[in-house]
């Protein structure tokens, strides 16, 4: 049989496919020559894969996320919009994740020689009822060459009044045992603990590790946070801009056990990082946009008993 040309072997993939998912929902591909990937659902402008050159996945996506509407995908990164709260008359953490996006066909300016695909989300006149402010979400995820992952959201106020909203990027990362991870970056920092009824504390001075259920929302957090994965030798790199507050949270046992669309042990394997503006609520004037920006990368570490030193990996030296 003859062989493939290796012009045929080199063939690229296209950068961008559309195709079905789970469930028949609509999905889209983002491929870099490398290899890596990413995959989002226009159902909740939702990221549910990113994988590096070596085809691991590097999200983490719960076995039991129904993809379903109108519940959120559990896992990936939800798009926590217009609130970043589980209380309140809107939905928990807003509707943005549970609702169709469509493709921005006419985007600005792309970003050159990177996959990237535009997704917009305008509100329905029943998304009015509930939260009666006009605006335009235009997203957009990026692959860049060395396999970063990058979201850039731009809400714009298309009403006639200011209006005030929350947000967060509820990132799920793929870990190999949460006993393995330290988070560096937000030593010292204050943070509103949401098992204490959002009870402002400071944290202490070296890393965050993990020996039980922990949900804090850091306030006022550095541009870059490590989340360092002793096991797998990886650390993931979270640089955000516009989103001065980072959440971290774990569920784990007990909680893991109250979620019908998490499994009991999944915890062990997940950890969530989130990129947010949270404590200082933003407002934007008719017509004025406000532009929040995630990009994550995963690194090979030398972590092991602190020959990582966490300082280089946050100064990038
Ligand atoms: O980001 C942490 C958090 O606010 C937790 O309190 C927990 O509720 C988690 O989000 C999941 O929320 P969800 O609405 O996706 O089940």
């Not at 226009?42 to 983490?60: M, P």
């Not at 129904?66 to 809107?90: D, E, H, M, V, Y």
């Not at 801009?241 to 019908?260: E, F, R, Y």
């Amino acid at each position: 049989m003859a062989s493939a040309s290796s012009d045929q072997r080199r063939t690229p993939l296209p950068p961008v496919d559309y195709i079905k998912g789970v469930n028949g929902l609509d999905k889209i591909v983002l491929h870099e020559v490398r290899g890596s990937s990413a995959e989002l659902y226009l159902y909740g402008g939702h990221v549910t894969s990113w994988k590096n050159d070596h085809g691991e996945e590097l999200l983490f996506v719960s076995s039991k996320a129904q993809f379903k509407p109108p519940k959120a995908i559990r896992g990936g990164i939800p798009i926590c919009f217009p609130q970043f709260s589980n209380l309140g008359t809107l939905e928990a953490h807003g509707f943005a994740r549970n609702r169709v996006w469509s493709i921005d066909r006419d985007p600005p300016p792309p970003p050159n020689n990177k996959a990237f695909v535009d997704l917009i989300l305008k509100p329905t006149e029943d998304d009015l009822k509930i939260w009666p402010h006009s605006f335009e979400f235009r997203l957009r995820v990026t692959l860049g060459p060395g396999g970063d992952l990058m979201l850039t959201s731009r809400v714009r106020n298309t009403d006639t009044k200011p209006f005030t909203f929350t947000f967060a990027y509820h990132t799920y990362l793929s870990v190999s045992d949460i006993s393995e991870v330290r988070v560096e970056g937000l030593e010292t920092l204050d943070y509103l603990d949401n098992l204490k009824n959002k009870e402002r504390f400071t944290e202490q001075g070296d890393a965050i590790t993990f020996e039980g259920e922990l949900d804090k929302i850091y306030l006022s957090t550095p541009p870059k946070i490590a989340i360092l994965d002793h096991e797998r030798k990886r650390t993931f790199v979270l640089r955000k801009d516009g989103l001065p507050d980072a959440v971290v949270w774990n569920p784990w046992d007990k909680k893991a056990k109250s979620m019908a669309d998490f499994g009991d042990e999944e915890y062990r394997h997940m950890l969530c990082v989130e990129a947010a503006a949270i404590e200082k609520p933003i407002t934007l004037k008719p017509n004025e946009e406000w532009r929040g920006r995630q990009e994550l990368s995963a690194v090979p570490s030398s972590y092991c008993s602190g020959q990582l030193d966490p300082q280089r990996v946050l100064l990038g030296t």
